[in-house]
């Protein structure tokens, strides 16, 4: 079974910037288009970005495509979520997936199970 772990996430100040990491375990993550999503406190899981296998292509939600990049080194089989001048808003758990890397947020389905995620807390 697919296992995409996410990590890197902690109690951060508002303004900073925070890079978590997402690994595969038991596979090669570079064989998947891998999204981020995250889930903040009292609302549904929503998705965050998104690249494809060579990591060519990048998507994003508007509301964070300013502030956050997503990259991918396919020697390491690693996929970054990389978040610059982080708000009390981007609180959250923040998960990584496999997914079909098209269209909006709304249809970035996971098509591995979800792993714990990882925590990121925004505040002073």
């Known amino acids: 079974q697919l296992q995409f772990v996410a990590s890197g996430g902690k109690l951060i100040p508002p303004g900073e910037f925070l890079q978590l990491t997402c690994k595969g375990s038991g596979f090669a993550l570079r064989d998947y288009e891998v999204g981020w999503f995250r889930q903040r406190p009292g609302k549904e899981r929503e998705g965050v970005a998104c690249l494809s296998k060579n990591g060519a292509i990048t998507k994003y939600a508007e509301s964070i495509k300013a502030r956050f990049a997503i990259n991918r080194d396919n020697v390491d089989n690693i996929v970054y979520l990389i978040m610059n001048s982080l708000q009390p808003e981007d609180t959250a758990t923040y998960y990584c997936?496999?997914?079909?890397?098209?269209?909006?947020?709304?249809?970035?389905?996971?098509?591995?199970?979800w792993g714990q995620g990882t925590q990121v807390i925004v505040s002073t």
């Open positions: 997936a496999a997914v079909r890397c098209a269209g909006r947020p709304e249809t970035w389905f996971p098509t591995s199970p």
